[in-house]
């Protein structure tokens, strides 16, 4: 393969302050990002609230419609929801009590007439029942930043919209957000760093990342053998095979190189910028990846794993042990080592290996490039 060679970000992308901070308005209060699933706020009255970027929003069921709002009393500013779930008929802020509807309009301020007020509304909309929330007005629809990926889902996964949430673990890293999705993004340090995924999730000769606009799509085959957590004739979700043959036919960015085996038995990652990525495992596991920016050098990451019901099996729940020991958690140190050396006075941004053929395998860092040329497109010479 012949490889053209160029270098990465300077250091101080990953570290100043100033450009965290411009990454908040510019890049995170602009794009969608990920914040659940419609199975989690299924019944009226149920509240669920996220970070997106430096802010926090909630999405509430008001009788069936869902609205989804910042997460900010309009009287001196507390959080009107401070828990990740809530069960509630109304909102009433902690502070001073100022009680809301579901839908974002003040109900009572205890008895003082301070006018009309309303919370503040923000975009919401679904993506293979997963909620998406954008701060902008203008930004261009979810379909459209990711076009074809609702589709691509769909057909692996026909029952993906009404996945409930069965695992999440969280994890605290101290590295920029960028340093973390980049990581994610690339397999080149798979076959060295990641055993048990690239033996038992995916065959790593065959692994295909394809990024274009706001998408990077990631496929590959699964090893020779059927994964551990599937039975002979059943796949991950405790469901019998066969029923989602539909061949792949959405427009996500270049759709890789097929898996091969049919619906579900591959493996595909959709990763959506700037900080979110639904996944499929062999199987038609579904789980995915929320990356919350705290600070210039810390990320809060969310993992979470979508089956037909809250409750694990045995194999499954293994899996979700597996998946986080063997996989994500290696990478932690991964991430933590690199803010560490972008960081000193000896870093000098090395080249990244692009792969001019397109095929961007294991051996490849396209996406990494594409990352960087989205944030600056984002940044648009601002710091
Ligand atoms: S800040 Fe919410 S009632 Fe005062
Ligand atoms: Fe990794």
Redesign the pocket.
């Known amino acids: 393969m012949t490889t053209e060679r160029s270098g990465g970000l300077a250091g101080r992308y990953y570290t100043d302050s100033e450009i965290f901070t411009a990454e908040m308005d510019r890049v995170f209060a602009r794009s969608w990002v990920m914040v659940g699933h419609a199975s989690e706020v299924a019944e009226p009255g149920t509240v669920i609230t996220a970070r997106v970027g430096d802010e926090s929003v909630l999405v509430a069921n008001d009788a069936g419609q869902l609205r989804a709002m910042f997460n900010v ?1 309009q ?4 959080e ?1 929801v401070t828990s990740t779930t809530a069960r509630l008929d109304r909102i009433t ?1 902690p ?4 009680t809301y509807s579901l839908d974002g309009r003040l109900l009572h301020a205890r008895g003082e007439d301070v006018g009309d007020v309303c919370v503040p509304r923000v975009r919401l909309e679904t993506l293979a029942g997963f909620l998406f929330v954008n701060l902008s007005a203008e930004a261009p629809g979810l379909a459209a930043t990711a076009p074809g990926v609702q589709d691509d889902l769909l057909a692996r996964v026909p029952d993906a919209a009404r996945r409930v949430l069965s695992a999440r673990l969280t994890h605290e890293m101290r590295a920029n957000w960028k340093v973390v999705v980049e990581n994610y993004n690339e397999c080149y340090h798979c076959p060295n760093v990641h055993k048990w995924f690239t033996s038992g999730v995916v065959a790593p000769g065959s692994y295909r990342i394809a990024s274009g606009g706001s998408v990077i799509h990631h496929a590959a085959e699964r090893p020779g053998q059927p994964p551990a957590w599937t039975g002979p004739d059943t796949d991950g979700n405790g469901a019998r095979t066969g029923d989602g043959d539909r061949a792949g036919d959405g427009d996500v960015a270049a759709t890789p190189a097929g898996n091969g085996g049919g619906a579900g038995d591959g493996y595909e990652a959709y990763f959506v910028w700037p900080a979110s990525a639904i996944q499929c495992y062999p199987g038609q596991v579904i789980n995915t990846f929320r990356w919350v920016p705290l600070a210039v050098d810390r990320t809060m990451l969310i993992r979470e794993w979508w089956f037909d019901t809250a409750d694990l099996t045995e194999a499954q729940s293994r899996l979700v042990s597996d998946d986080w020991e063997n996989t994500v958690a290696e990478d932690f140190g991964i991430v933590e080592s690199v803010q560490r050396g972008v960081a000193s006075r000896g870093y000098t941004p090395g080249p990244l290996i692009e792969d001019p053929s397109g095929v961007c395998g294991v051996h490849s860092e396209n996406s990494v490039r594409h990352l960087q040329d989205l944030l600056l497109a984002s940044l648009d010479g601002a710091v």
């Open positions: 009393c009287h001196r500013g507390h009107l802020c502070y001073h009590a100022w």
